[in-house]
């Protein structure tokens, strides 16, 4: 079975604080996703990676920064958090194939708040 | 652009009842995969089903059955006699067929609550 794993289901930080979230999957897959839920808005796209040190923006990028130094760890960084990135954190990983047809498997989540 | 609108923002029933999720869709692309996840209150989404737009064929699964109809843009979900375990947030997602291309756009989520 895929697993991805996150590094925490909820986390508290202060604003201005620099906020690392780190998602490892398990069956070595080329691509890798963090998305943000928000009540209404379903999951928005912040940044994806096709490789290891590739990635490229999604929808709502501003505000985050990613890095994939290994190919099963890609991590998003908030250089400076700010209340409205209080939200769900959702990484997801998928193998490599023809564009659109292979599912996402998705981590549990982390639930951030920024006070 | 691609949008995915999934009008119900809730929607609960009593145990046993058929309910239908809806999911309308709009994209340019002629050819695109459909996707329906579940995402308990676990809060990890689970993959439940992908269709390819040149499929049209309906599916079913035990309880649950899809409908697409391509030329309404819509990709039903129906779960038949529901149970209390099915109460969990429902995502309707849409994906390009395009070499390289990446990206799922999702719709809203339909919040499902099947009550005892």
């Known amino acids: 079975d895929v697993k991805v794993t996150q590094s925490s289901r909820y986390l508290v930080k202060r604003t201005g604080e620099k906020v690392f979230l780190e998602c490892v999957q398990d069956?070595?897959?080329?691509?890798m996703f963090w998305y943000r839920q928000d009540p209404g808005l379903g999951l928005r796209l912040i940044y994806f990676?096709?490789?290891?040190?590739?990635?490229e923006k999604g929808d709502i990028p501003e505000g985050y920064s990613v890095s994939r130094e290994k190919k099963e760890r890609f991590s998003l960084i908030l250089e400076s958090a700010s209340t409205n990135q209080t939200s769900m954190y959702l990484c997801?990983?998928?193998?490599?194939?023809?564009?659109?047809?292979?599912?996402?498997?998705f981590g549990p989540g982390t639930r951030l708040t920024v006070l | 652009a691609q949008k995915v609108t999934q009008a119900q923002t809730e929607i609960s029933v009593v145990e046993k009842e058929d309910v239908t999720l809806d999911c309308v869709y709009e994209?340019?692309?002629?050819?695109?995969?459909l996707f329906w996840y579940k995402q308990p209150p676990s809060g990890e989404l689970v993959f439940l089903i992908r269709?390819?737009?040149?499929?049209?064929q309906n599916e079913i699964s035990g309880r649950y059955s899809w409908n697409f109809q391509k030329s309404t843009s819509s990709f039903n979900f129906t779960i038949t006699a529901s149970q209390v375990v099915d109460s969990a947030v429902y995502f309707c997602?849409?994906?390009?067929?395009?070499?390289?291309?990446?990206?799922?756009?999702f719709g809203q989520g339909t919040r499902l609550t099947i009550n005892p």
């Open positions: 269709r390819n737009s040149f499929d049209e």
């Open positions: 997801a990983s998928r193998e490599r194939g023809l564009a659109g047809n292979n599912e996402q498997f």
């Open positions: 990676s096709y490789d290891v040190k590739m990635k």
């Open positions: 069956m070595d897959h080329e691509n």
């Open positions: 994209t340019r692309d002629t050819t695109y995969y």
């Open positions: 997602a849409l994906s390009p067929i395009i070499q390289g291309a990446q990206k799922l756009v």
